[in-house]
C-alpha cells in the first residue's frame, strides 16, 4: 500500500455531489459559455464531467409550477424544467458509477407510483438511484395537481415520514435475490393516517434494496425528519463554526432512532469561484455576483422582500423609505423566509452602514459564494469543513450551465487527492457504495403468508 493509498484510506473522505444549475439566481444567464437548461447535451456534460471528477452523484433540483411575480412568470422559469426522473433514466444510459440523485415532491405525488419509478431507475443504473425528498404547503403550486389545495405545515413532515415509510415497504415487499433463485413479489399493506393502499408492485428489490433518501431542510422539524429517515440531509450553512453546530446537532439525534453517526450524511449546497491569485478570485467573484444580480433582478429581490410594487425606485438609488407590507404576497411559487421587517431593517443598516444602493445591498445580502481563493486554498478549506466535522462532504452549485464544473474536477479535485482526502477511483459499483452507507435490512418478512 502506497503512503497515498495509506492517507487515503486513514483520513476522513469527502463527499462530492454536482447540483445542475437549473432555474435560480446562481446561473450566470448573461454569460456567453451558459448554454441550454433543457437540452440533454446540457445534463450530459455536467454528469461527465462530475463522473470524471469522481463525484458521489449528480443531483436534480424539482419545480412543479413556473413561479409568477406580480402576476407574470418570473423571468428564471421562462426556459423551463424538465422531469428530473426522466433525465435520470438517460443520463443512466450514458454515464457508468455516478448516483443519479431526483427532488420529488412528497406531497404532490404517491408512494406507489413514485416507489416504482425510483426502483424502475435503481434497476436501469444498476443501483445509483437516489431520491431527494421535499415537501410543500404552497396553494399556488398545488392548483397544478387533482387533489388541489395543499398541506398545512404541520402536516407536511407527517405525510412526507409516512411517505418514505411506505416506499421502503414497497420496495422490501419483494424478497432479495438468493443464489441460484430471484426474488419473488409478496402482497403489501399500509393503512395509515395519510395513505391506505395494498396490493403487490412490479418491480423487483432493485440493487440498492432502496434508492439513497436524501433530505433537504434545515429547520428542526427537517432535521429530525433527516435523523429518522435519511441518508442525506442537503442543507446550507455559510461558516466553519456554524457548520460545526448543525453537525454536532443532526448527529446526536440519531441514536433517538437506533442509528449510528455515519449512517447519515451531511451535504450542505455551496457554490466557488477560483482565481490564480487570491485577489483575482475575489475579483471574478464580485463580477459573478453582479451577473446574478442585474438592476431589473434587484428590484424584483426588494419587491419580494417589501411586498410592495418598486418598479419606479432606482436600482442604483437608496433602498426605499417605505415599510415592507407584511401581508402582501407578489410572488407566487416562492416561500418567503424569514420576517420583511427584520430583514428590511437589516437591509437598510447594512445600506447606510457601507453606503450602498439597492442592486449593491441585494448583491451583499443574498449572495452564496461559499468557497473563493485559490484552487489550494480551496482545497485546504473544503478539507478542513470534513475534518473539523462541519460537513462530511459539498454538493456543488457551479454558476455556468453546463461547464461550471469543470475549473474544480481539472485544478482542486487533484488537490484533495493528494491531500489524502477523497477517493483516486471508485471502489464500488452503487451510490451507497460511494457514500460509504449501510446497505438497507430486508423487512419483508411481515408480508409473507
Do not use: C
Not at 74 to 94: F, Y
Not at 167 to 193: K, M, N, V, Y
Not at 285 to 300: G, K
Amino acid at each position: 500500500m502506497t503512503d497515498g493509498n495509506h492517507r487515503r484510506h486513514t483520513k476522513k473522505q469527502i463527499h462530492l455531489a454536482a447540483h445542475f444549475p437549473g432555474v435560480n439566481s446562481t446561473t450566470v444567464w448573461a454569460n456567453p459559455r451558459s448554454r441550454s437548461q433543457i437540452d440533454f447535451s446540457s445534463f450530459a456534460h455536467l454528469a461527465h464531467t462530475a463522473e470524471r471528477g469522481l463525484f458521489d452523484y449528480f443531483f436534480l433540483a424539482e419545480g412543479l409550477r413556473l413561479r409568477e411575480h406580480k402576476g407574470l412568470i418570473h423571468d428564471l422559469d421562462v426556459v423551463g424544467r424538465p422531469e428530473s426522473i426522466t433525465v435520470l433514466n438517460a443520463l443512466a444510459a450514458v454515464t457508468d458509477r455516478i448516483g443519479l440523485a431526483a427532488t420529488v415532491n412528497a406531497t404532490f405525488n404517491e408512494p406507489y407510483e413514485l416507489a416504482r419509478r425510483l426502483a424502475s431507475l435503481d434497476h436501469l443504473s444498476g443501483g445509483r438511484a437516489g431520491w431527494n425528498v421535499v415537501t410543500s404547503s404552497d396553494a399556488f403550486t398545488g392548483e397544478n395537481f387533482r387533489r388541489g389545495g395543499y398541506l398545512d405545515r404541520a402536516d407536511r413532515y407527517t405525510r412526507a415520514a409516512e411517505f418514505v415509510a411506505t416506499a421502503r415497504e414497497l420496495w422490501d415487499s419483494w424478497t432479495p435475490d438468493s443464489p441460484g433463485a430471484a426474488g419473488e413479489p409478496r402482497p403489501f399493506r399500509h393503512h395509515g393516517e395519510h395513505f391506505s393502499i395494498e396490493g403487490t408492485t412490479t418491480v423487483p428489490r432493485s440493487p440498492q434494496g432502496h434508492p439513497v433518501v436524501i433530505q433537504a431542510g434545515d429547520s428542526d422539524e427537517g432535521r429530525e425528519f433527516a435523523a429518522s429517515a435519511a441518508d442525506v440531509i442537503f442543507t446550507r450553512h455559510g461558516t466553519l463554526e456554524a457548520g460545526r453546530v448543525f453537525y454536532a446537532d443532526v448527529k446526536r439525534r440519531l441514536a433517538a432512532y437506533g442509528r449510528q453517526p455515519g449512517d447519515l450524511k451531511i451535504m450542505p449546497g455551496v457554490t466557488f469561484v477560483l482565481g490564480d491569485t487570491a485577489a483575482e478570485a475575489q475579483e471574478k467573484a464580485a463580477e459573478i455576483r453582479s451577473q446574478q444580480v442585474s438592476p431589473q433582478t434587484a428590484i424584483v429581490a426588494l419587491e419580494q422582500i417589501w411586498g410592495r410594487d418598486l418598479s419606479a425606485y432606482d436600482p442604483d438609488g437608496p433602498l426605499p423609505g417605505v415599510d415592507p407590507d407584511p401581508d402582501a404576497q407578489l410572488a407566487e411559487g416562492r416561500v418567503r423566509v424569514g420576517d420583511p421587517g427584520a430583514i428590511a431593517a437589516k437591509w437598510r443598516a447594512l445600506s447606510e452602514a457601507k453606503g450602498l444602493s439597492i442592486r449593491q445591498t441585494v448583491i451583499e445580502t443574498t449572495g452564496r459564494q461559499s468557497f473563493i481563493g485559490t484552487p489550494g486554498s480551496v482545497a485546504a478549506e473544503l478539507d478542513e469543513f470534513i475534518q473539523t466535522d462541519a460537513a462530511d462532504g459539498f454538493i456543488l452549485v457551479p454558476h455556468l450551465t453546463p461547464g461550471g464544473l469543470d475549473e474544480f474536477v481539472d485544478r482542486v479535485v487533484p488537490l484533495l487527492q493528494e491531500r489524502g482526502a477523497y477517493r483516486a477511483e471508485y471502489e464500488g459499483r452503487t451510490l451507497r457504495d460511494h457514500l460509504g452507507l449501510p446497505a438497507p435490512v430486508w423487512k419483508g418478512r411481515h408480508h409473507e403468508r
